[in-house]
């Protein structure tokens, strides 16, 4: 009898060359690679020291979008001395090497993690790497994605594998019905509230559950996306018809005889019966609330309706120690209702949250509406395609109507590496994925949240519970 | 890669839970095509004042702890970003190895290809670790990399575990690709049957 599997298991499993111990440690063979312009150019440099070419120059995608401007006029470098530098590396290494390059000005540019999927070119059942650590994204494929380093990156352009430890596994399962206004960020955000920023640290996380079954590709993304912000290397939901009819108009997926003949494998790609997972959670749908952070860690986060809490009350004196400091840094005292929390700032943009059914949401929620004064607020499409396609659906007009800035895309003020960066002292409602000191620029404060939230927290100047919003 | 046998230095105290790579290496410094200049960047926004001048509050700027070579870190120690920038300004600042309880995954593999050691001890042991370090009562240690032992004094040691393959590594200073490519055929071979079964992986 054959011992059941986990679908991590099955997907380690198919993609190992060889054991190299008897630790868990493989070498694993990846199937594709998406490299941007700010974690490679040590990696092309390295390779040119070495004289060594890449292994396979058509497993790689190349896109700019870490440092490029977000303004609406479209410029093929950037203003920025440091980011051009790296743009014009980037370009002069990819045609060196024979990578292909979606540049700032390509019509398919965009945010690595929103363009790899629109173009089809990660499948269900691939072991995907890039040296970004929110690569996980493509788990909502049934692919396994995970962030690697520059160094890793050498190596897999060198050898198309990387020396892999074997991670644990846990099975996240979510069952039940959201509440109207309630997202997949949300469900995303009370699991890393729930489990903590270093809950999955060592993990893969297979997401499970009529919850997820339910959810569009895009709103699965969201979650696997998020999952590295609870520590795991590798988030993913076994495939199924959605993924498959999500996939199916790409321009880059298999055509014909083959599409079919690849469906029919990617319907292998599940976890047995009885296969066994090292830890197991299960959250209720059914309960989850619209989801804020007050801290600097992702999982310092509560319900909307809640208050500040104090570090006095938790029984954990280092825990109390850096909730403190949060606090401090945040310019929150506890017992503030998060409700009415006022803010400068308001940004709908990232790999976590700037896909069209996003987009579509916060629509909902601006139309007809102003931005409160005091408040700039931005939208920053995660792929040219997506801000194409919001202008075609009237959804710009929406936006620009509302008061927004409507921008071109990249990752923008998610890390602020580019020239979308706040200033000290600024209070930010971000669609984004991480609240770190500093993220969206020194001295800035950052509190995460769906984009139908931000999109709400922008027209009332203040965070508040986009359900409210909805009954009137 | 540097390799690592015996190390001896000042250890300083970082026990704040989920220092991500964001406090680590800042933005501004992530803007280069090469991997110098970094130790400037390493904690920048808590390191310096506004004015440029260092910090006197901050820990790697008080006298007894300048020139550290260790760090004993919280829990989660390099979470978020992939950046290997903030391993690299850690390693040009001088810092050989980092000590506590659990590290983010990408940043660990930074921190072993690039020969900075990194220690994983239990919770109990590490929150007195911690603690004694940030008294003050240990200053000084030796890590003996061969011997997984960090040495507080003459009769004092700790014992570390650590994955063979990775102290190999980390002991000969091991060009992972180096390695990997003395495993060309394998993956070969591998690769043309993988490409065989899912045709349109090609």
Not at chain 1, 151 to 178: C, D, F, P, W
Not at chain 1, 184 to 212: H, L, N, P, Q, W
Not at chain 1, 257 to 267: F, T
Not at chain 1, 450 to 462: C, L, Q, T
Request: aromatic share 8%; charged share 20%.
């Amino acid at each position: 009898m054959n011992i059941p599997k986990t679908l991590y298991e099955k997907l380690i499993g198919s993609h190992t060359v060889c054991q190299l111990d008897d630790k868990g440690h493989v070498l694993l063979y990846i199937d594709r690679q998406v490299l941007n312009e700010y974690t490679s150019p040590q990696a092309f440099s390295g390779l040119r020291d070495a004289n060594r070419d890449l292994w396979r120059a058509n497993t790689s995608l190349a896109v700019v979008d870490h440092v490029n401007s977000t303004e609406p006029q479209r410029v093929s470098v950037g203003p920025q001395e440091g980011g051009a530098l790296q743009v014009n590396y980037f370009a002069k290494n990819c045609e060196k090497f024979g990578i292909e390059l979606f540049d700032i000005l390509d019509s398919r540019q965009g945010i690595e993690h929103v363009v790899a999927p629109e173009q089809g070119f990660i499948l269900p059942g691939m072991t995907v790497a890039a040296g970004d650590s929110h690569t996980t994204t493509y788990g909502a494929l049934g692919a396994f994605g995970f962030g690697i380093g520059t160094s890793e990156i050498e190596h897999l352009l060198a050898t198309q594998t990387l020396i892999y430890k074997k991670l644990k596994t846990m099975r996240v399962t979510v069952n039940g019905t959201l509440g109207l206004g309630i997202t997949s960020k949300d469900v995303v955000m009370e699991m890393i509230r729930d489990i903590g920023a270093s809950g999955a640290t060592g993990y893969a996380i297979e997401f499970c559950g009529s919850t997820i079954e339910s959810m569009s590709v895009e709103a699965r993304m969201t979650i696997c996306n998020m999952a590295v912000e609870a520590g795991a290397r590798g988030a993913f939901m076994a495939p199924d018809e959605v993924v498959y009819a999500y996939l199916k108009p790409k321009p880059r997926v298999p055509k014909g005889e083959l599409w079919d003949r690849a469906v029919e494998q990617w319907k292998q790609l599940y976890t047995d019966a009885d296969a066994r997972f090292d830890r197991e959670v299960t959250i209720d749908a059914n309960s989850i609330e619209p989801m804020v952070t007050w801290g600097t860690s992702p999982d310092q986060a509560l319900i909307i309706s809640g208050v500040v809490p104090n570090p006095r009350d938790n029984i954990d004196l280092a825990k109390r120690k850096s909730m403190t400091r949060s606090l401090q840094y945040m310019g929150l005292q506890a017992g503030t209702a998060m409700q009415g929390i006022a803010i400068t700032h308001a940004f709908i943009g990232s790999c976590t949250n700037a896909r069209i059914e996003d987009l579509r949401q916060v629509a909902e929620i601006v139309k007809e509406q102003k931005v409160a004064d005091g408040v700039r607020a931005m939208i920053v499409p995660g792929s040219s395609k997506v801000r194409a396609q919001a202008q075609e659906e009237g959804l710009a007009d929406i936006f620009i109507n509302a008061g927004f800035e409507w921008r071109q895309s990249g990752c923008s003020m998610c890390l602020a590496m580019n020239d979308d960066v706040l200033n000290p002292g600024d209070r930010c409602a971000s669609s984004t994925n991480r609240n770190f000191e500093g993220r969206q620029g020194a001295g800035v404060r950052t509190h995460l949240m769906s984009p139908a939230m931000v999109a709400a927290a922008a027209i009332k100047g203040h965070l508040c519970d986009v359900r409210d919003w909805e009954i009137n | 890669m540097d390799a690592f046998t015996i190390e001896i230095g000042k250890i300083a105290p970082f026990m704040t839970a989920n220092i991500d790579t964001d406090v680590i290496m800042p933005k501004q410094f992530l803007k280069g095509i090469d991997r110098n200049g970094l130790d400037k960047g390493v904690f920048f926004d808590q390191r310096f004042l506004l004015s440029g001048e260092p910090n006197p509050e901050f820990v790697l700027n008080k006298p007894q702890w300048i020139g550290a070579r260790f760090l004993a870190v919280g829990a989660n120690f390099g979470c978020g970003s992939s950046r290997e920038h903030a391993v690299w300004g850690l390693k040009q600042l001088g810092v050989r190895a980092l000590i506590g309880t659990t590290f983010a995954g990408i940043f660990y593999d930074n921190c072993q290809r690039n020969g900075l050691l990194v220690i994983e001890l239990d919770e109990k042991l590490m929150t007195q670790f911690g603690e004694h370090v940030a008294s003050g009562e240990i200053q000084e240690i030796e890590i003996d990399l061969l011997r997984q032992k960090i040495k507080l004094t003459a009769k004092n040691e700790i014992n570390f575990e650590l994955d063979p393959m990775r102290k190999e590594a980390l002991m000969q200073g091991l060009d992972a690709i180096g390695s990997t490519l003395q495993r060309t055929e394998a993956i070969k071979s591998f690769e043309k049957q993988h490409l065989m079964n899912n045709p349109w992986l090609g």
